[in-house]
């Protein structure tokens, strides 16, 4: 959906009612609004869905899942919306109207701007993504018109190079935010006026991307080397799992000399940062960062005049963590699939794990998937208080470091994840010892838990992994757990850069971003097989693709 006109990211608020069945009445229709011939059963506020369940003049909303945004130059505001978000209740036809508000929540447009417009659309419509159905125009002086675009599929990707150059200043901070295109989201918050932060560094500079609402005053907290614990290190913040020795202040660079609980900084030189519209570009050179190791913490905020917090990312109890080399910025890899509660785009993969035996109960299944860097978890059904993903990474329940006292006795997990946050076991198997490692790219909603998390960070993989999960009520208690069985789910991740495998249609789907190796038999197979990869496929010692298998092998771009 696109809104266009007078809109400001920073002092404007948009209200999105949404008429999903086409009805007034009947429970959960909200009817309080200019448009009373029309019952909404859905609000967007921000970047927020929330599902009506009043009485029809109550302000009474359900938080039910995020949509992605973007503004363009303050006289555009573009949406996309998972259909899955509205469970199964979009008719075939709906109606859309807007409010928006200034900075005070005073109106300062609507649409339509009569009670009687046309704000119906039918959906499917148009679907090529260069087909748009615009309404009837109105003469409201702030949002000219509401234009409607809904994109027919959405592309599954492999990790890959994009963007790649010979010039190792090949990205400026310059106020050119798309030169950070081809760059996966980092982080991603979903309260607060900040949205996304990526990160990427080369051999002289570290380089932050953060997009948002951004607002007076903008911090990024950076731990330069997470494997030391001997730092001195800022601990009071709201990342209380992870100590900070460096404060970047608007434009200025401070070293932390505190005692880990007062707040005590002193400033050691300035850094290069531009801000465009909602994006700020941040960049500190690395001889600025004494103790600069391999990986660093880092996290970010935005605050007002008062330094009052509007914005934060992570929303977690730890920052993010980033390898130092994995992303530079001359040789930038797009994620295979990108963690924005879009769960659309993991339609083509594989369940790992599915609870058929309580349909009605609150996790209903589990998709894996992984690339070069990332290892990517979708956990679906009805969301209680409290997510946990246990992860077992050396396939083994014996020996130290093995958790498990689960439900899963056969198998021992090694890492957990919970809110958020990535912990590794350090305990004697039966103990909850765990210790804090950093934040992970996490969106969640009321149907939905997706994440990513750095490889790296799980330690050394060589085979396969054992995944499983729990849900349980504000007491934490248990409510709901995937798989049920003795073992957690087992998944394979890829190796040697092998990035996707999923079945679609009779075929199955083997792609790379760079090198491809295989030495599968095919000798049962009678479907289609089709290996992809950006620069080679190696078929080794032991492949066999008999006659009755329809084999190809060839290299292309991942899109």
Not at 408 to 435: A, H, K, M, P, R
Request: net charge negative.
């Amino acid at each position: 959906m696109l809104i266009e006109g007078s809109l400001s990211i920073n002092n404007h608020t948009p209200q999105i009612f949404f008429d999903t069945d086409n009805d007034a009445t009947g429970s959960n229709e909200f009817k309080g609004t200019d448009w009373p011939s029309n019952g909404f059963n859905y609000m967007m506020e921000f970047n927020t869905l929330y599902k009506y369940i009043g009485d029809g003049n109550s302000w009474n909303w359900e938080y039910v899942g995020d949509a992605l945004r973007n503004y363009g130059n303050n006289t555009a505001l573009e949406m996309k919306i998972s259909k899955s978000i509205f469970q199964g209740s979009l008719g075939a036809t709906i109606k859309v109207a807007a409010y928006y508000y200034n900075s005070n929540w005073l109106s300062a447009g609507k649409l339509p701007a009569t009670a009687n417009a046309n704000i119906s659309y039918t959906l499917n419509s148009n679907n090529s993504c260069g087909a748009v159905q615009k309404t009837e125009s109105d003469s409201e002086p702030v949002l000219s018109n509401t234009k409607y675009q809904l994109e027919s599929s959405t592309v599954l990707k492999t990790e890959r190079n994009t963007n790649k150059q010979s010039n190792s200043n090949c990205m400026s901070i310059d106020g050119n935010p798309a030169e950070w295109n081809a760059m996966n989201t980092y982080g991603f918050a979903r309260t607060g006026s900040l949205t996304h932060v990526k990160v990427a560094d080369n051999s002289n500079e570290i380089l932050f991307y953060i997009e948002g609402g951004l607002d007076v005053n903008n911090q990024i907290y950076i731990n330069s080397d997470v494997n030391n614990t001997t730092l001195n290190r800022y601990s009071q913040s709201q990342w209380e799992y992870t100590g900070f020795n460096y404060l970047i202040e608007n434009d200025e660079l401070f070293v932390y000399n505190g005692d880990g609980t007062i707040w005590s900084w002193s400033p050691i030189g300035t850094v290069s940062q531009s801000t465009t519209n909602n994006v700020l570009e941040v960049s500190v050179q690395k001889n600025q960062l004494t103790n600069l190791s391999t990986s660093i913490g880092f996290a970010a905020a935005s605050l007002n005049a008062d330094y009052h917090e509007t914005g934060a990312i992570p929303q977690s109890n730890a920052g993010l963590n980033y390898l130092l080399g994995t992303k530079d910025v001359c040789n930038i890899k797009s994620a295979c699939l990108t963690i924005n509660g879009d769960v659309d785009q993991w339609l083509n993969i594989n369940d790992a794990a599915k609870n058929t035996q309580n349909t009605d109960g609150n996790l209903q299944s589990i998709k894996i998937s992984d690339g070069s860097e990332s290892l990517y978890i979708l956990l679906e059904g009805n969301m209680d208080v409290h997510q946990l993903i246990f992860i077992d990474t050396d396939n083994d329940a014996v020996g130290s470091n093995e958790y498990t006292d689960s439900n899963w006795s056969l198998t021992g997990f090694n890492y957990l994840i919970e809110e958020g946050d990535l912990f590794v076991y350090q305990g004697d198997g039966v103990s909850w010892d765990w210790l804090p490692l950093g934040a992970v790219n996490i969106t969640t909603s009321k149907y939905m838990v997706a994440l990513s998390v750095q490889k790296y960070l799980l330690g050394n993989i060589t085979g396969a992994i054992n995944v499983a999960a729990s849900s349980s009520d504000v007491d934490r208690v248990e409510t709901s757990f995937i798989p049920m069985a003795e073992q957690a789910t087992s998944y394979s991740p890829s190796s040697n850069n092998l990035s996707l495998f999923f079945h679609q249609n009779g075929i199955n789907f083997h792609q790379a971003y760079q090198t491809l190796q295989s030495s599968a038999n095919l000798s049962n197979s009678t479907t289609n097989e089709i290996y992809k990869a950006g620069q080679l496929i190696q078929l080794e010692n032991g492949f066999s693709s008999p006659p009755l298998t329809n084999f190809s092998a060839y290299i292309e771009n991942c899109e």
